[in-house]
């Protein structure tokens, strides 16, 4: 397994006290970064991120976002390093930069917060997409195995026991991994890496180092993918829209087992 990139963690001294006894060294921590993404030189969002995989990160936040329907309606991305933070630059048609006037989001928060910013809670429960993909049907073995090869495909979150991880797992194929500091920026950089390979997400699994959210079932949605694997529980309202969405919803996922929220036929359970 290859190590973490290098401008997404950064080492520090510190002071260790163990077993009765303190010792000076470094820690290697995860790198947190704000980063604006600015749309046809206008400033949409700024997000604290890990500054790695950042076009992937723009793409993926156009998709989830609605900035863009499809990821080649981003002409470009350019991404652009400034004094206090980064800038990631998309242009799109003149046309959908026109549309965000009406709903600008300017998000300054907490680490991958998505709703900082808005004006209606009508705004911060959106209808998601539907996926009716039959999926690939994974067996309770493969699904257990799904999320426990997660945690060795994590290059940054070994080394600084910081980040979230979101990966794409498909049936004999390595997972596609990507990882943040926020648990929807990874999901965006991953939702960006896949469309930018425009990999096939109809018989694939979404694998979570997180808890599930409401905002990481729409982000789900976009993704495609008609299986949800969480390491940790959902909210009540990420089932209620896992349920709208027809996206299997399975969380508390562990080498011993796991949950399953919603659409359990897309399991295939082992006959009786």
């Known amino acids: 397994m290859t190590g973490p990139p290098p401008e997404a963690c950064a080492d520090a001294p510190r002071r260790r006290w163990q077993d009765g006894r303190s010792l000076d060294g470094q820690r290697t921590l995860a790198a947190e970064t704000p980063v604006a993404i600015v749309v046809n030189a206008s400033s949409f969002a700024v997000m604290l991120a890990s500054p790695a995989d950042l076009a992937d990160f723009a793409r993926g936040f156009a998709l989830s976002e609605g900035i863009v329907d499809r990821a080649d309606e981003i002409a470009a991305i350019d991404i652009v390093a400034q004094v206090d933070g980064i800038e990631a630059r998309l242009w799109v048609p003149a046309a959908r930069a026109a549309t965000l006037a009406e709903r600008r989001r300017h998000i300054a928060g907490p680490t991958g917060c998505g709703l900082c910013g808005i004006e209606s809670l009508g705004a911060a429960v959106l209808s998601p997409g539907h996926c009716d993909a039959a999926g690939p049907q994974p067996s309770p073995d493969e699904i257990v195995a799904a999320i426990e090869a997660l945690a060795d495909v ?119």
């Open 154 to 272: 994590q290059p940054i979150g070994r080394a600084t026991r910081a980040v979230h991880a979101a990966a794409l797992w498909r049936r004999g194929l390595p997972l596609i991994v990507r990882e943040d500091v926020g648990r929807h920026n990874a999901l965006d950089k991953l939702i960006g890496a896949v469309a930018q390979g425009e990999i096939d997400t109809a018989s694939a699994m979404l694998l979570l180092s997180s808890r599930v959210s409401v905002e990481m079932v729409h982000k789900a949605a976009v993704l495609g993918a008609p299986l949800i694997v969480a390491i940790s529980a959902p909210t009540s309202l990420a089932v209620a829209h896992a349920v709208a969405a027809r996206l299997t919803l399975i969380a508390v996922a562990r080498a011993d087992g796991f949950e399953v929220f919603t659409r359990p036929e897309r399991v295939a359970w082992p006959s009786a």
